[in-house]
């Protein structure tokens, strides 16, 4: 997992007002607490927290604070990153600082990878889960985990269970519990 750099400034003023006049004037308000400290408000330029989050893993980048006086060299993980419902763009982060000894639970995207057998013979691919928790320490956090459905074929499914992950990293969905299947096509014959 890559480590990202995040610049921010310490704010004093907390409340909706503020945060509308900081996003008005082109920043994102956020909070940075954990285990250990005081929360801490802060504000950040939306192009350093899209730097910051860009690339495969996202939100689940290991990100060092900078400029932040007292939060210089703290590593946080995005635990909250609220969006424009029309825009899309970061309106509020909640940073959780992070104890790289201790293992987290996060939510890491599904990588479907290959052209299933059914799929080639006239099959629908339907995937069941996009995501999945897994628990581990910050450094083993993966930035997918691949599925690779080659070998399935119509009526056939991958679950948890067929997983082969490295070392070091917990799924924490039922094993029996299916990722993806494959269907025949509507209206058509297996």
Not at 19 to 44: F, Q
């Amino acid at each position: 997992m890559s480590q990202q750099v995040l610049n921010v400034e310490l704010r004093e003023s907390v409340g909706k007002g503020v945060c509308r006049r900081l996003r008005s004037a082109g920043k994102i308000p956020g909070v940075v607490y954990g285990k250990g400290m005081e929360s801490v408000s802060v504000t950040m330029s939306p192009r350093d927290l899209n730097v910051a989050i860009a690339g495969e893993g996202g939100v689940n980048h290991l990100i060092t604070l900078s400029g932040g006086g007292s939060l210089d060299g703290i590593t946080v993980i995005v635990s909250d990153l609220q969006k424009d419902c029309l825009r899309g763009t970061p309106t509020h982060v909640d940073l959780h600082k992070i104890n790289m000894t201790e293992k987290l639970r996060v939510f890491v995207p599904i990588a479907f990878v290959g052209t299933s057998i059914g799929v080639k013979s006239g099959g629908l691919l339907d995937p069941l889960m996009h995501e999945l928790e897994v628990e581990c320490l910050p450094e083993n956090i993966p930035d997918h985990i691949e599925v690779i459905v080659r070998n399935l074929n119509i009526g056939d499914s991958f679950h948890v269970s067929d997983l082969l992950l490295p070392e070091g990293i917990k799924v924490l969905a039922e094993p029996k519990a299916s990722l993806v299947t494959v269907l025949p096509k509507p209206g058509g014959a297996e």
